[in-house]
């Protein structure tokens, strides 16, 4: 299974970014994806999950700004993010588990500053 994300880099306050994360390995219209973020000496922490059915739930601190989607004919699922602040500076990673296996994409950092 591999997890290959991209996508980030620096943006303004107030600017966009779009993550994607293309999927391999795996059946992937049959798994639920998510996207997590870490900054140093943090927990990693839950951004944004989106369910093989397309239900989505986010974390309270993105909500109305970041949106999940997938596309399983491109095995790939995204994460727009717009209104970033500066608290939005982490390493992102994309994640799906397969029963009790956690499979990780490599990370892609996201950089808010003017």
């Known amino acids: 299974v591999q997890l290959q994300a991209s996508g ?3 943006a303004r306050p107030g600017g966009s970014l779009s993550l994607s994360c293309v999927v391999s390995g795996i059946p992937f219209s049959m798994y639920g994806m ?3 973020r870490q900054v140093p000496g943090k927990q990693r922490e839950l951004v ?3 369910n093989n059915d397309r239900s989505t739930n986010y974390d309270v601190s993105v909500r109305g700004r970041f949106t999940i989607r997938r596309d399983n004919a ?7 993010m717009k209104s970033l602040n500066s608290e939005d500076t982490a390493v992102y990673y994309c994640q799906t588990r ?7 994409g490599q990370g892609t950092q996201v950089t808010v500053s003017s």
């Not at 491109?74 to 727009?80: A, P």
């Open 74 to 80: 491109k095995s790939t699922v995204y994460l727009d």
């Open 98 to 104: 397969q029963g009790p296996q956690e499979y990780w």
């Open 8 to 10: 980030g880099g620096l």
């Open 34 to 36: 998510g996207w997590y």
């Open 48 to 50: 944004a999950h989106i």
